[in-house]
């Protein structure tokens, strides 16, 4: 008689390898933590970037299908290579269906969607569907930029950045680069820079009190808490220092004039002293601080020894001004004018190697307030609101009219005041921005914590050369 217990029956889990059911487990603790990160992270957003992430699943759900109806699609007629190997039947394989890969990132102004191009599709296709996309997406508008080899960058804006104002609180720190200016948000709520290096003079025009004057002040606030900047201001709409605008930062200027056009003049005068020296002596002083041939001060930046010299000319027409008249005080004021024209479009034109940048502010940045000597040869202009489509060519040139979108007219509504419209950096047209607002207490804060950074350039240069060369320096032949 058998004694033996009887055997089970085997069945299909006795074949399963014994790790599978720990990597199952492992599997299901992965995607718990992953949803658990997922619904944190929707949670702890405010309700603007929880709009944007449940608009960017939106547009991974329905993208397959609105790609097909958008042709965004190309049509593989082409067999893979394992289709050829498993067809043996020799039949025509189908064609295949290729769709862009995308990828979505939310945040609180709408999506940021990154798009794996596929042959056939991809810059202007996409550019032609902006319009459709963006209605698709339930979208204020959607940009189309050229992103790695092989990807799109597209920006999916569901709010109206520009009418959002917003606050930079300047921390005191000196910027990590002084070749750009962090200027604001563009109408995709992207970031724009605008690059000061190599750049002699900025031309700002617009409606007053648009921004004109703060955006100048963000940028003394940003650059203040470095010793390679040191600051000037002619403000045509003063009479002294402690008043308007510039009251603020005043402590941290090396020099301060108010609408005297005599006092102007000097200045203006002593900068291009400031500009001549600076271009007999760069090779051999600079050379000798980087330790190689230097003629462009950008070539190595500014420092403490031969800082920047930004030169601020606001209401830049009091001193530029064509008086009429025969008496003798008209034409002394009339004569201190043509000679302030003659001495700043010296500063733009010569000034950018030797590290001079001239910011200047006007209304109208048509020839009678601003010169065109001076306008045309500054490479960034920018302009706020205006009035008319002449005053936007002006300040921007002649392209302003193949893009009417974008002409600063449109502009008007209370809600632009702090938008700028600029030439779009490294490309064609141009874009708008939303500069950010500096609270005057806190420029004044900044202002007066660097206020023992301020040096005179005049001074810093005669510790690196010696006082005769300043002395020596002929103006006759300046122009």
Partial sequence: MNTHPPVPASGPLDTLPPWLPYALGAGVLVLLAWLLVITGRYLMADKDTRRSIRQAARIRRTWP???????????????????????????KPQPRTLVPALHTKADRYGVVVDVKTVPTVGLPE?????????????????????????RLH??????????????????????????VWDLGIDEYAVATALRIADVPGMAVAGLPGYGKTSLINALISRLAPSDAVQFAVAD?????????????????????VGDDLE?????????????????SCIREVLGRLAGKRVKNMWDIGPSKEWPLVVLVIDEAHTYFRDFKGSDAATKRLAALAQENIRLVEDLVKKGRSVGILVILATQKATGDALPTA???????????????????????????????????????????????VMARPGG??????????????????????????????????????GPNLLKDTDLDDAA
């Fill in 126 to 150: 996409f550019q032609k569907a902006a319009e459709r996309l963006a209605a698709a997406w339930q979208c204020t508008r959607v940009s189309v930029t050229p992103g790695k080899p092989g």
């Fill in 154 to 179: 597209l920006r999916a804006v569901r709010s109206e950045p520009l009418f959002e104002p917003y606050a930079y609180v300047p921390d005191g720190k000196p910027p990590a680069d002084l070749t």
């Fill in 263 to 279: 006092e102007a003049n000097a200045l203006f005068t002593r900068l291009v002293k400031l500009r001549r020296a600076r271009s």
């Fill in 65 to 91: 299908r609105l790609s097909r109806s958008l042709g965004l699609v190309t049509i593989d007629r082409h067999p893979t290579f394992m289709a050829s190997v498993a067809n043996t039947d020799g039949k």
């Fill in 374 to 420: 001076i306008r045309d040869v500054s490479p960034l202009r920018l302009s706020f609101a205006q009035t008319t489509t002449d005053a936007s060519v002006a300040a921007l040139g002649d392209n302003i009219r193949d893009f009417p979108d974008f002409d600063p007219t449109t502009l008007q509504d209370h809600g632009y005041k702090g938008v700028i």
């Fill in 236 to 256: 045509g709409k003063v009479s002294g220092r402690h008043e308007g605008d510039y009251a603020d930062v005043v402590d941290r200027l090396f020099a301060f």
């Fill in 428 to 465: 064609k047209g141009f874009i708008r921005v939303r500069i950010p607002y500096v609270d005057p207490d806190d420029a004044a804060r900044v202002a007066e914590d660097s206020a023992h950074l301020m040096a005179d350039p005049f001074e810093l240069l005669t510790l690196l050369t």
